[in-house]
């Protein structure tokens, strides 16, 4: 079970908007940047969102991230088929002093 | 444009030790802004950080791991390696090389590789 926890699965209709939590404590997302990792079937995961609500190069303002607490949320709008996918929360956890990730949520566009 | 490859046998026998290579090509290994890591994902599962090493050897490695891992830097070869000693069939899993920020957000993970498969078995 992991430290960040993540809900197993979202699921939502092409063109609509969903949201995917990761909650954690005050060692990890309180207290550190938080990452989103987006990994389609059979890829390697691909960086989405970093410190928080930046993102990267080439990524889409489609996807927004944003941080309150001890909480981190990723927002997708517009809906895809191609967004079908595994997303992963990941920060630092200054008590292990290790990075962390979440357990992972199936994103489904219906 | 920066690229990262494992490298390393695909299948091991329990008990022995695991060991994998990353070549990186595009950029330089011996930057000061980037750690450079290990990623696991068994089959059907989540990810699992391994560990981080800088370009002049510091390491950061996971607790539940940590009495089994080493890993280490050539720089001038521009690579990086992990051995895992003493697996199980529970160490069977997808490997990932990749390069993580060295700062304030350590989990900023910009750059992959495509993914080596180990498989403990005997």
């Known amino acids: 079970q992991s430290v960040l926890t993540q809900p197993p699965s979202v699921s939502a209709a092409p063109g609509q908007k969903v949201t995917i939590s990761c909650s954690g404590s005050?060692?990890?997302?309180?207290?550190?940047?938080v990452s989103w990792f987006q990994q389609l079937p059979g890829t390697a995961p691909k960086l989405l969102i970093y410190?928080?609500?930046e993102r990267p190069s080439g990524i889409p303002d489609r996807f927004s991230g944003s941080k309150s607490g001890t909480s981190a949320t990723l927002g997708i709008t517009g809906l895809q088929t191609g967004d079908e996918a595994d997303y992963y929360c990941?920060?630092?956890?200054?008590?292990?002093?290790?990075?962390?990730f979440g357990g992972g949520t199936r994103l489904t566009v219906l | 444009q920066l690229q990262l490859q494992e490298s390393g046998p695909g299948l091991v026998k329990p008990s022995e030790t695991l060991s994998l290579t990353c070549i990186v090509s595009?950029?330089?290994?011996?930057?000061?802004?980037?750690?450079w890591g290990w990623i696991r994902q068994p089959p059907g599962k989540g990810l699992e950080w391994i560990g981080s090493?800088?370009?002049?050897?510091?390491?950061y490695y996971n607790p539940s791991l940590k009495s089994r891992v080493t890993m280490s830097v050539d720089t001038p070869k521009n690579q990086f390696s992990l051995k895992l000693s003493s697996v199980t069939v529970a160490d069977t899993a997808l490997f990932y090389c990749?390069?993580?920020?060295?700062?304030?957000?350590?989990?900023?993970?910009?750059?992959w590789g495509r993914g080596t498969l180990v498989t403990v078995s005997s």
């Open positions: 090493i800088s370009y002049d050897g510091n390491t």
């Open positions: 595009g950029g330089s290994i011996s930057s000061r802004s980037y750690y």
């Open positions: 410190e928080n609500n």
């Open positions: 005050s060692s990890n997302i309180g207290n550190n940047y």
């Open positions: 990749a390069r993580l920020e060295r700062g304030a957000a350590p989990a900023t993970i910009d750059y």
């Open positions: 990941g920060t630092w956890d200054s008590s292990l002093r290790g990075v962390l």
